[in-house]
């Protein structure tokens, strides 16, 4: 977006703005509004996409100052991106409201909450590996700890938070299954690289071991994995002078290691890596290159999909798979989880449901009320299935999903994809 | 009529509670549009949860003379929910549950913010379904269906909205509360259900909705036929029902729009066709199965160069994905639509898309058809740039010569969309002086106070100026014609 030149209205100048083509794409039909969980929850035009969206487009045609009202919509949506799927235009929304919010954030109208999280985590923490590593591992290592003992006495509430702690948990039961399958041998074995991330590698490493164990039972020869931070996080929070950086270092990264794969084992990051263009003007030289890297950028269920490695073992317990927006919406993938799923169960059932579960990064804590709201429809599906067992490609899901079941005392167990795939291989 | 502008607000506040009722400037530019391109700014937006709440809001307004427009999803493409006069947007966004299933006498409660797909989503696992199917069916709701009597592309074989609702619970313009109708059909006396389908909100606020629901039909069949043109297309539709066969749906889609609906669905439309027929055979499996291969005989015979039949509902799907969001996937062609929405006769469909065609050039503008080819209810889409005015003037000068020719071929001025304050002016093209009179009286009788969503529906006896006398006292009525005021410049 090469805006700066152009009249952006009540934008400030030099901050990426809302692009008049995005916007002016809206024909304000409608059709989204059924798809967005924020309106469904509130029943609000200013909290439908079409809404913000219009919002956004008054600001630029200098009808409506950029206000913190406007601000406060803006920071309600989820950016789970289900309008983008709903919508028949072409809208490009989270572009759309990504630099709507770096707009908000330039203008220093971003809402209180938002503030001191997003400072705390995109200042303080996540550029500081050794703190991120710190900060994120305090879970796990409570949970290793003798401290544990004392959880029983917490308020219900809290018990819930920390039943969904990071710990190890039993193995995913499986039983041998007469299938043929089983780990694939490649005559060139393809290179690839792994994103360890930033808060998976501290809070949940098992799932990185996981997710490196199952890509080379399906045959990919794996260069050392990139441990950097992707700016998914950033850009969500319209700080997009940050996130160019972390897409420069991560891009050079993959580059130099000659690899010709980055997988990503979570939704959020994934969708940024494949995005990263959007970041650059056109007419500099990284976004053409950031364009080359996205389209060798995959999904961990796609790595698996492509190399046609089959599962020899089935899942025990009847199953259920959790869209994870940014897979979803973002990313479009929905068949190659669900074909990996078929491929090592007997008993899988469909959710019938594609709506947030309400985690969408740090928004479970920013607006916990329609977070909560959501994660009980949410929770609701689930039991409808009948499934004991909830598999979800990204950790954002599953920690909130976790913690839900706990409070609700469901019998369900949630895990993420590379964790399913790898006991069943 | 002393009142301090805003004590009226925080009566309203009072009836429907604070998170209810929006009144910020900022908030209420939201409310100013639906679907389609007319604008008005409302003095306060409430969003009741409770029927009571409705009636206390109904009756608020009709004591102090304020101009009330019911709201459901906002889908509309006639303007029916435009708070055209300012006053009081009520939406039914917060009012969406479903109250009960018999699935014995085959019927549904539901409240009239429900989306009509989520009805059809709530009874689909009992096997049962919502005929009325509006293109936005994602997202428009029950109660706004009923205000527009809302069609769809099966309208051909299974009607419109008031052939699926038999009883009706409603908020009268003074705030009392009735039920009209009945479970059982037939009840004696007018059919007054009949008459609240398609008021548009002029006379009453429904609140509550029996619609009926029927069984999912045994066997469907989707098939997807191209011709060179419409003429050849349009005689397929006529040849096709002349053979005695009636398909439950018969959809086309020409040149202009094929390529947006493709870009958008995916589902392998023939962009380079120069029109596209969708046909839908729904029945017991026998009878889909004779009467599938005489349809693709007969679009063969009319000249399709290919006929394809969807192999299974993941095809069907993207199929139907494609009609039924061609409207929003203008967006990809052009800046912004004019939809316009005229009935003719079927065997006269040649001619007017010809005529069409020429209004639009005429204008200087392009123009793309989708449209329920089956029952003649055209869908005109004019592309025009809603940042030109004269753009737009001339988007509406086309439309208003597209109905003309609709009318002139022994046809009708709205098929499903609605009058709304788009085509009330247009009324006069098809009733005579004495019937509109008719209509007046009825409406006046209804809503004396002359409050429930003015000038809309019929073209004279109740514009803004004349019910705006009775405002002016009030003083946010000043604010709001600045702010109309300043809405007008910006379009």
Redesign the interface.
């Known amino acids: 977006m090469s805006d700066e030149t152009i009249d952006v209205g009540n934008y400030l100048e030099g901050v990426a703005a809302p692009s008049a083509e995005g916007l002016n794409t809206c024909t304000h039909c409608g059709l989204c509004l059924n798809a967005c969980p924020t309106y469904r929850v509130l029943g609000r035009e200013m909290d439908s996409p079409r809404g913000r969206v219009f919002m956004m487009r008054q600001v630029r045609e200098e009808q409506m100052p950029l206000s913190e009202l406007i601000a406060d919509h803006l920071y309600i949506c989820l950016d789970c991106r289900a309008c983008e799927t709903a919508c028949p235009s072409g809208v490009p929304y989270g572009e759309l409201v990504e630099a709507g919010r770096a707009q908000v954030e330039a203008a220093g109208l971003t809402p209180r909450r938002w503030r001191f999280l997003r400072w705390l985590l995109n200042r303080v923490i996540l550029p500081r590996p050794w703190l991120t590593r710190a900060v994120f591992a305090l879970p796990r290592l409570y949970a290793a700890s003798p401290l544990r003992a004392l959880a029983r006495l917490l308020p219900r509430r809290l018990r819930a938070w920390e039943a969904a702690l990071p710990r190890p948990r039993a193995p995913i039961a499986v039983r041998e299954a007469s299938r043929s399958g089983g780990a694939v041998q490649r005559a060139a074995a393809p290179r690839a690289m792994a994103l360890t991330g930033c808060v998976m590698e501290a809070m949940l490493p098992h799932l990185n071991r996981a997710t490196e164990s199952v890509l080379r039972k399906a045959g990919y020869d794996l260069v050392p994995a990139y441990s950097g931070c992707c700016g998914a996080l950033n850009v969500h929070a319209g700080e997009r002078e940050a996130a160019k950086g972390m897409a420069r270092a991560l891009i050079e990264a993959f580059s130099r290691s000659g690899a010709e794969y980055f997988v990503s084992n979570s939704a959020g990051c994934g969708a940024q890596l494949k995005e990263y263009a959007q970041l650059f003007e056109e007419d500099d030289p990284w976004h053409e290159r950031a364009k080359q890297f996205a389209s060798q950028v995959l999904d961990l269920s796609q790595a698996l999909a492509m190399s046609g490695v089959a599962a020899t073992r089935v899942l025990d317990a009847p199953v259920t798979y959790q869209d994870a927006c940014h897979l979803a919406h973002a990313q479009r993938i929905r068949a190659e989880p669900r074909s990996l799923l078929k491929g090592c169960s007997d008993d899988f059932r469909e959710l019938g449901d594609d709506q947030c579960c309400g985690s969408a990064g740090i928004y479970n804590l920013t607006h916990p009320e329609i977070a909560s709201e959501l994660l009980r429809q949410k929770l609701e599906r689930i039991e409808a299935t009948g499934a004991h067992l909830v598999v979800t490609g990204n950790p954002g899901c599953l920690l909130h999903l976790r913690r839900g079941a706990a409070e609700r005392g469901m019998n369900v167990d949630v895990r993420h994809i590379a964790e399913v795939m790898d006991a069943t291989l | 009529m002393s009142e301090q502008p805003s004590s009226f607000i925080e009566r309203l506040r009072t009836i429907v509670g604070d998170d209810g009722l929006?009144s910020?400037p900022?908030?209420l530019?939201?409310?100013m549009?639906?679907?389609s391109i007319d604008r008005a700014l409302p003095i306060a937006v409430a969003?009741p949860r409770t029927a009571e709440q409705v009636a206390g809001v109904v009756r608020l307004c009709h004591e102090e003379g304020v101009f009330l427009t019911p709201r459901g999803?906002?889908?509309g493409l006639s303007g029916g929910s435009i708070p055209l006069c300012g006053g009081v947007v009520l939406?039914t966004?917060?009012m969406?549950a479903v109250l009960a299933v018999d699935t014995e006498n085959q019927t549904v409660t539901v409240q009239p913010?429900l989306?009509n797909?989520?009805l059809t989503k709530h009874v689909a696992p009992l096997g049962f379904q919502y005929v009325p199917d509006p293109s936005?069916q994602?997202?428009?709701t029950i109660g706004g269906n009923v205000a527009e009597n809302s069609g769809g592309p099966h309208t051909l074989t299974g009607g419109v909205t008031t052939n699926h609702v038999l009883e009706l619970e409603l908020v009268l313009a003074d705030g009392e509360r009735v039920r009209i109708g009945s479970p059982a059909p037939d009840p004696p006396g007018p059919d007054f259900v009949g008459v609240v389908c398609g008021s548009e909100g002029t006379i009453a606020v429904v609140t509550q909705i029996l619609c009926r629901i029927v069984r999912k039909t045994e066997c469907v069949r989707t098939m997807l036929a191209a011709f060179d043109s419409c003429r050849a297309a349009s005689e397929a539709v006529s040849a096709v029902i002349a053979s005695g066969i009636v398909p439950t749906a018969m959809e086309m889609m020409d040149h202009p729009a094929l390529s947006a609906i493709e870009?958008?669905s995916h589902a392998g439309y023939p962009v380079d066709a120069g029109a596209v027929l969708l046909l839908e055979l729904e029945a017991l499996r026998e009878e889909v199965e004779d009467a599938a291969p005489r349809v693709v005989e007969i679009c063969r015979a009319n000249g399709a160069s290919e006929v394809r039949v969807a192999q299974n509902d993941e095809e069907r799907e993207a199929l139907w994905k494609g009609r039924k969001?061609?409207?929003?996937?203008?967006?990809?062609i052009g800046?912004?639509?004019y939809v316009q929405d005229g009935v003719i006769p079927r065997t006269r469909l040649p001619e007017v898309l010809e005529r069409v065609e020429q209004a639009a050039r005429k204008v200087g503008l392009r123009v793309a058809n989708v449209f329920h080819a089956g029952d003649g209810n055209l869908h005109p889409l004019i592309l025009f740039d809603d940042?030109d005015p004269d753009q737009a003037k001339r988007a509406i000068a086309a439309g208003e010569e597209i109905l003309r020719a609709c009318v002139e071929a022994g046809g009708s001025i709205t098929g499903e969309h609605g009058v709304g304050m788009e085509k009330r002016d247009y009324m006069v093209l098809q009733f005579p002086k004495a019937t509109l009179a008719a209509f007046t009286a009825f409406r006046d009788a209804c809503d004396p106070g002359h409050t429930l969503n003015p000038y809309k529906l019929l073209p004279s006896g109740l514009g803004c100026a004349e019910g705006g006398k009775r405002q002016k006292t009030m003083a946010q009525m000043q604010e709001l014609a600045e702010r109309n005021a300043a809405v007008g410049d910006?379009y």
């Open positions: 929006f910020e900022q908030q530019r939201l409310y549009y639906d679907g969003l999803a906002g889908t939406s966004a917060r969406k913010g989306v797909l989520d936005s994602g997202a428009c870009a958008f969001k061609a409207f929003g996937a203008m967006g990809r800046p912004s639509y940042h910006a």
